[in-house]
């Protein structure tokens, strides 16, 4: 087939459903783009086409037959290019011709056993009779191909030109050679002839497919304008069965419609009358309901409001219990501030009775001082009484300087210890300022509250009573 016949067949098969549409997609577009098919593809197509043309399915032939003619052709036991012919065609699942079979047969010794073979009915003989014919003569020029080259190959070495004179009773081969050349020339005239006829057959192969294709097309569109008119019909005649029983449904509507509007009548002036006594009590109820649905959403308004101002003292005195507990806890910190500083201002007054008494000390021991020298001046001790006063002396002094020492470091600590007692005592004071203010802020937001909520609930009694009241005169 040629490139536009095969486009053709492909997109056939695609509207008819027959083959797997990814793989006859990838096709068509191989073939949009002028591009070769792969072999595998190449093989689809060939057998759709053997299927589409009703001819006989793949055959199979018994392995050990394949590498029989197999080993012919490497023998070379046989017409080499025949054999290879053959043994391609049973590769591909064809039946051979009569000849090639009786011929494979003769060289094998044996019968042909094909297996699986589910033969069909062929539904136009002349296209399988044109098949085998372009077949045949693609596999004549094929010998007669390889006959020529042959030949030529076995003239070449032959053919050279005559160096010098010929001996006394040579002849020249120059005739021989003519003769080969006409014989070559009128093999070629054959060829030609041979591939003009195989082309003419395969022309006219693919005029006669797209005939059946178009003629198989028509058919398929026939059957199926056919199908579509007979539902067509069906479709009618339920139609028009419907529509003779809608119209017996309709006369008898049509007959309890009548009676019923005779009912409707009477029932409507019953109604009239019953609806305007209904419209002035509905008018009554309505006023009714919307006081009481006003009264209803000032109640429901001002508890809500309740509810909030309960929330908000509630909040309000979980804040000042917290803070409540703050202040005890803090407290509790200035009270253990407070006894750490009594004991330090205890320990204060013990360094200054401490300090008294060394200044006393101190006096007394001045005043022995100042005696001793009177007595030594007014006296003429001994040199034993004058080491002995003079080692009391040294003992006084060295009990003074202790003494000043131990003054001057509890002086310095008694100092430092008034700065950090006032330094406390200020912060003391304004944590005590503060927390006032706190309490009092508290005291103030509570008792606000507490006003608005009695307020509240002064109004929700009053709103109550005014209910109960409309309640007892409707």
């Given at each position: 087939m040629?490139?536009?016949?095969?486009?053709?067949?492909?997109?056939?098969?695609?509207?008819?459903?027959?083959?797997?549409?990814g793989r006859l997609t990838h096709i068509l577009n191989l073939l949009k783009q002028n591009r070769p098919l792969y072999n595998s593809d190449q093989k689809y197509i060939d057998a759709k086409f053997a299927q589409d043309l009703g001819m006989q399915e793949m055959l199979k032939v018994e392995d050990d037959t394949l590498t029989k003619i197999q080993k012919l052709i490497s023998s070379g036991n046989g017409d080499t290019g025949r054999l290879q012919f053959i043994l391609e065609f049973l590769k591909q699942g064809k039946t051979l011709y009569r000849?090639?079979?009786?011929?494979?047969?003769?060289?094998?010794?044996?019968?042909?056993?094909?297996?699986?073979?589910?033969?069909?009915?062929?539904?136009?003989?002349?296209i399988e009779h044109l098949k085998s014919q372009v077949t045949w003569a693609n596999q004549k020029i094929i010998n007669l191909e390889s006959?020529?080259?042959?030949?030529?190959?076995?003239?070449?070495?032959?053919?050279?030109k005559p160096q010098g004179t010929l001996p006394k009773g040579w002849q020249d081969q120059t005739p021989n050679l003519e003769q080969i050349q006409k014989q070559l020339a009128t093999e070629q005239t054959k060829l030609d002839h041979e591939k003009t006829e195989a082309e003419r057959i395969r022309i006219e192969q693919s005029k006669m497919m797209q005939i059946i294709l178009d003629r198989q097309e028509f058919e398929k569109q026939v059957k199926i304008e056919q199908e579509h008119l007979k539902k067509q019909i069906e479709q009618e005649r339920q139609n028009m069965l419907k529509q003779t029983k809608l119209v017996e449904q309709i006369k008898a509507q049509e007959a309890q419609l009548e009676t019923a509007k005779k009912?409707?009548?009477?029932?409507i002036l019953q109604l009239q009358s019953e609806q305007a006594e209904i419209a002035a009590q509905a008018a009554q109820e309505r006023a009714r309901l919307a006081e009481q649905a006003e009264v209803a959403r000032r109640i429901q308004q001002e508890k809500e409001q309740l509810e909030e101002i309960k929330a908000q003292n509630q909040k309000i005195t979980e804040q000042a219990k917290s803070e409540e507990r703050q202040l005890e806890a803090q407290v509790k910190q200035e009270k253990a501030k407070l006894a750490s500083q009594a004991k330090l201002l205890r320990t204060v007054s013990s360094y200054e009775k401490f300090l008294e008494s060394s200044k006393q000390k101190q006096t007394i021991l001045s005043q022995k001082i100042t005696q001793e020298k009177k007595n030594?001046?007014?006296?003429?001790?001994?040199?034993?009484?004058?080491?002995?006063?003079q080692a009391l002396v040294d003992q006084i002094l060295a009990q003074r300087i202790t003494l000043e020492k131990h003054i001057g470091m509890a002086q310095s600590?008694?100092?430092?210890?008034?700065?950090?007692?006032?330094?406390?005592?200020?912060?003391?004071k304004a944590q005590k300022t503060a927390i006032t203010k706190e309490k009092k802020k508290e005291t103030t937001k509570i008792k606000q509250l507490e006003r608005?909520?009695?307020?509240?609930?002064?109004?929700?009694?009053t709103e109550s009573s005014q209910i109960k009241k409309i309640g007892k005169k409707v």
């Amino acid at each position: 087939m040629t490139l536009a016949e095969t486009r053709a067949f492909v997109e056939k098969l695609l509207l008819t459903g027959n083959g797997d549409p990814g793989r006859l997609t990838h096709i068509l577009n191989l073939l949009k783009q002028n591009r070769p098919l792969y072999n595998s593809d190449q093989k689809y197509i060939d057998a759709k086409f053997a299927q589409d043309l009703g001819m006989q399915e793949m055959l199979k032939v018994e392995d050990d037959t394949l590498t029989k003619i197999q080993k012919l052709i490497s023998s070379g036991n046989g017409d080499t290019g025949r054999l290879q012919f053959i043994l391609e065609f049973l590769k591909q699942g064809k039946t051979l011709y009569r000849s090639d079979r009786s011929y494979l047969e003769s060289k094998l010794g044996q019968k042909i056993n094909y297996t699986d073979i589910t033969p069909k009915q062929d539904s136009n003989e002349t296209i399988e009779h044109l098949k085998s014919q372009v077949t045949w003569a693609n596999q004549k020029i094929i010998n007669l191909e390889s006959i020529i080259n042959q030949k030529i190959e076995t003239l070449q070495p032959s053919v050279r030109k005559p160096q010098g004179t010929l001996p006394k009773g040579w002849q020249d081969q120059t005739p021989n050679l003519e003769q080969i050349q006409k014989q070559l020339a009128t093999e070629q005239t054959k060829l030609d002839h041979e591939k003009t006829e195989a082309e003419r057959i395969r022309i006219e192969q693919s005029k006669m497919m797209q005939i059946i294709l178009d003629r198989q097309e028509f058919e398929k569109q026939v059957k199926i304008e056919q199908e579509h008119l007979k539902k067509q019909i069906e479709q009618e005649r339920q139609n028009m069965l419907k529509q003779t029983k809608l119209v017996e449904q309709i006369k008898a509507q049509e007959a309890q419609l009548e009676t019923a509007k005779k009912e409707r009548d009477g029932i409507i002036l019953q109604l009239q009358s019953e609806q305007a006594e209904i419209a002035a009590q509905a008018a009554q109820e309505r006023a009714r309901l919307a006081e009481q649905a006003e009264v209803a959403r000032r109640i429901q308004q001002e508890k809500e409001q309740l509810e909030e101002i309960k929330a908000q003292n509630q909040k309000i005195t979980e804040q000042a219990k917290s803070e409540e507990r703050q202040l005890e806890a803090q407290v509790k910190q200035e009270k253990a501030k407070l006894a750490s500083q009594a004991k330090l201002l205890r320990t204060v007054s013990s360094y200054e009775k401490f300090l008294e008494s060394s200044k006393q000390k101190q006096t007394i021991l001045s005043q022995k001082i100042t005696q001793e020298k009177k007595n030594l001046a007014s006296a003429a001790p001994t040199l034993s009484q004058i080491q002995s006063e003079q080692a009391l002396v040294d003992q006084i002094l060295a009990q003074r300087i202790t003494l000043e020492k131990h003054i001057g470091m509890a002086q310095s600590e008694l100092q430092s210890i008034k700065k950090e007692k006032s330094t406390i005592e200020k912060q003391i004071k304004a944590q005590k300022t503060a927390i006032t203010k706190e309490k009092k802020k508290e005291t103030t937001k509570i008792k606000q509250l507490e006003r608005k909520r009695k307020a509240v609930a002064k109004a929700i009694s009053t709103e109550s009573s005014q209910i109960k009241k409309i309640g007892k005169k409707v």
